[in-house]
Nanobody, 121 residues
Framework: QVRLVESGGGEVQAGGSLRLSCAAS????????MDWYRQAPGKQRELVAR???????TYADSVKGRFTISSDNAKKTVYLQMNRLTSQDSDVYYC???????????????WGQGTPVTVSS
């Protein structure tokens, strides 16, 4: 069984910062990519940032220069440092891992439960 547990969400004033984390547990052979998504009520889920096993990262234009994704392979954890937050960043944030459970298997996606972020003006 693979489970992703998120933490670090909460309320912050505009211009402030938060750091989200997502830790995986269970049997994992290797990880191809770790992602952060966000979704507000009535809106489509948006890919915020992605980090590949090579270390390469990508960001949505809306967060580029403000957010930083990083990972710790030993801890099976992905982080999202969010700076200069605005009310437009008020969403539920979800992590997603694309990983192999065992050698010879196929890649599968696993999602965290979501952690809310509220930015107050």
């Amino acid at each position: 069984q693979v489970r992703l547990v998120e933490s670090g969400g909460g309320e912050v004033q505009a211009g402030g910062s938060l750091r989200l984390s997502c830790a995986a547990s269970g049997s994992i052979f290797s990880t191809d990519a770790m992602d952060w998504y966000r979704q507000a009520p009535g809106k489509q889920r948006e890919l915020v940032a992605r980090i590949y096993s090579s270390g390469r990262t990508t960001y949505a234009d809306s967060v580029k220069g403000r957010f930083t994704i990083s990972s710790d392979n030993a801890k099976k954890t992905v982080y999202l440092q969010m700076n200069r937050l605005t009310s437009q960043d008020s969403d539920v944030y979800y992590c997603k891992f694309r990983l192999l459970r065992s050698r010879g298997s196929s890649y599968q996606d696993y999602w965290g439960q979501g952690t809310p972020v509220t930015v107050s003006s």
